[in-house]
């Protein structure tokens, strides 16, 4: 549990650092994909991708224990 959670702080930072947290608040996917993953993120549609699993995932209800 502490590495995840060592991981989860690490990506946080990420976010803050690079100033990625308003895009990924607002689901702006390009915003998000350019930003993490460089200006050619569209050829591996991370964008895209980001929006159907944020589609997909966020009208399931998860169990956290």
Known sequence: QT???SQLDAFC???K???LSNALRQHDWV???KG???P???KNNYDKL???AYEKFSHE???VN
């Open 40 to 42: 050619e993120y569209w």
């Open 31 to 33: 915003a998000f994909a």
């Open 13 to 15: 930072e990420y976010l």
């Open 3 to 5: 590495d995840e959670k």
């Open 61 to 63: 209800k998860t169990n």
């Open 36 to 38: 993490y993953n460089g």
């Open 50 to 52: 980001m929006a159907a």
């Open 17 to 19: 650092h690079n100033r």
